[in-house]
């Protein structure tokens, strides 16, 4: 089973600043994707990355695949309080469609 | 259109019964997923349905926990005699196909306590 590891596990920022998720593992995946989960709710897709080196920007939010893909990071600019929920990131394996996902950030942007 | 829909939304028991928890996923999606998520943690893959192929039962706890998906659409995840570490929200989720960039559409879960 490969294991995905998620820091930081907790994050309380203030408006306006900018902070970095970190998703690792040393496994290979064949793609990975970033969720938010909002209490009560199932995780939503935000975004998927399948090469290794990938950069994509969503608004002010932009991730990245490590060149290996074995890591990724999410990084959020000028953080706002709608922002606030969990992260998780979650990677696929080379076979199958199965999804291993880290332990997610819980993100807290004060006003 | 509807989403992945869960039931109950919430469901209370005591310790060594039997529940059941039901999936309806999005109408047309051939795979579906069972993951069990505790309080403010990732989600742990239970189980995966694809089409009619046999699933993925590799990620049940024990032989205690089961599912079946009837008609390729709604699904059952069954908990025999429940015990106080079952306790957590079990999520659904359903694709369009099997492969691993196409999207899982979550469900809102079921939370599970047990007593």
């Known amino acids: 089973t490969q294991l995905l590891e998620q820091s930081p596990q907790f994050l309380s920022i203030q408006e306006g600043e900018n902070l970095t998720v970190y998703c690792n593992s040393s496994s290979v995946f064949s793609s990975l994707q970033w969720y938010r989960q909002e209490p009560g709710e199932g995780p939503v897709l935000l975004v998927t990355?399948?090469?290794?080196?990938e950069v994509k920007k969503l608004k002010r939010l932009t991730f990245q695949f490590g060149d290996a893909r074995k890591d990724s990071s999410l990084h959020i600019t000028a953080a706002q309080p709608g922002d606030t929920g969990l992260y998780l990131c979650a990677g696929a394996e080379t076979s199958g469609s199965r999804l291993t996902f880290g332990e997610g950030t819980q993100l807290t942007v004060n006003p | 259109g509807a989403g992945v829909s869960q039931s109950p939304s919430n469901k209370v028991t005591e310790k060594g019964k039997d529940v059941e928890l039901r999936c309806d996923p999005i109408?047309?999606?051939?795979?579906l997923y069972w993951y069990r998520q505790s309080l403010g943690q990732g989600l742990e893959f239970l189980i995966y349905?694809?089409?009619?192929?046999?699933?993925?039962k590799s990620g049940l706890p024990s032989d205690r926990f089961s599912a079946e998906r009837t008609g390729g659409s709604v699904s059952t995840l069954t908990i025999q005699r429940t015990q106080q570490e079952d306790s957590a929200v079990y999520l659904c989720?359903?694709?369009?196909?099997?492969?691993?960039?196409?999207?899982?559409?979550f469900g809102p879960g079921t939370r599970l306590t047990v007593l």
């Open positions: 349905f694809q089409g009619n192929s046999a699933p993925d």
């Open positions: 990355v399948v090469t290794g080196g």
């Open positions: 109408s047309g999606h051939t795979a």
């Open positions: 989720a359903s694709s369009s196909g099997p492969i691993s960039t196409d999207t899982q559409y």
